[in-house]
């Protein structure tokens, strides 16, 4: 009788069942939907994963979530996708041709036809243009503002100023003016004798703050945006920082794109490393203030 017990318990640990609610962690981040979203479109990556009977045979993290091996910043757009088959992006997305990679990974034809560059209506969900691309719709007051200054220096009025190019040939560029601010957090340790070396930490994280538009035109593929993917261009952000630690290449690549540096402020508190030892940590945070006529 006990042998018959074993056996017949071993079947539904093979058939197991997916639960009604489903843990993902595509890329380390961590999503939970219901089983019929996942499941929502027949022939989709997602609806294959999760309607086969060998639970067993899909990744698991260390926790127990189902894993894919994905960009988990671009995976929310899809499963938006696959709770009701309609796309809203953000204004000014910058990932678009990344996020029509993962529609066709995920098998979601009709996503990557909408995704696709220079859509007509009838190709787009809901006959209606995708509500971020920018190309389809009104251009913003920033990119009007910059067409009306460009008309203004082709007819030799005001408003703006001609630069070379980098090529040196005979083609135009609008510096637009503005401020942005490099900040920083430091420390480091002083022993009791204060002639000795000190004992310093390297800088963890260089921030910057300003224009979206102006801090990426500046710092380009160097600026990590993780923080603050969808920030428009003509609006502010204090939550990019750097993929470097070195100020000054951070002062040089502003200095090349014509900044120059108006203010800076610091800030430090002291306290004891150990009680036993009378070294000290003394910690900073400073920040510099550029500005480009």
């Not at 098998?107 to 009838?122: D, G, I, M, N, R």
């Not at 420390?187 to 930490?201: E, N, P």
């Not at 800088?203 to 500046?218: F, H, N, P």
């Not at 000290?280 to 500005?291: A, D, G, H, L, P």
């Amino acid at each position: 009788m006990a042998l018959a017990d074993n056996a017949s318990c071993a079947k539904p640990c093979d058939d197991m069942v997916f639960p009604e609610i489903v843990e993902l962690n595509v890329g380390g981040q961590v999503y939970i939907t219901r089983h019929n979203t996942l499941t929502s479109i027949p022939g989709s990556l997602l609806w294959e994963m999760f309607t086969q009977k060998n639970i067993r045979s899909l990744a698991r993290d260390n926790k127990g979530r189902f894993f894919v091996d994905r960009d988990g910043f671009l995976f929310r757009y899809i499963l938006d996708y696959m709770r009701d088959q309609q796309l809203v992006l953000p204004e000014h997305f910058p990932e678009r041709s990344r996020l029509q990679r993962e529609a066709e990974y995920f098998k979601l034809p009709e996503l990557v036809k909408t995704l696709a560059p220079k859509l007509s209506k009838q190709n787009s969900i809901g006959d209606e243009p995708c509500q971020s691309d920018p190309e389809e719709l009104s251009p913003s007051m920033d990119t009007a503002r910059n067409l009306a200054a460009a008309s203004a220096i082709l007819s030799g009025g005001p408003g703006g100023s001609l630069t070379a190019t980098a090529g040196g040939g005979t083609g135009q560029d609008i510096r637009r003016s503005g401020f942005i601010t490099i900040g920083y957090r430091g420390s480091y340790t002083l022993g009791r004798d204060s002639q000795t070396d000190a004992k310093f930490r390297r800088v963890a994280r260089i921030m910057v703050c300003g224009k979206t538009s102006l801090a990426k035109e500046v710092f380009g593929e160097t600026l990590n945006e993780s923080r603050d993917p969808d920030r428009p261009p003509e609006r502010y952000t204090s939550r990019y920082y750097l993929k470097f630690t070195f100020l000054e290449q951070a002062f040089d690549k502003l200095a090349d794109s014509g900044f120059h540096m108006v203010a800076c402020n610091s800030t430090g508190t002291c306290a004891f490393a150990h009680e036993q030892t009378d070294d000290k940590i003394w910690t900073s945070y400073t920040e510099y203030v550029f500005y480009r006529e």
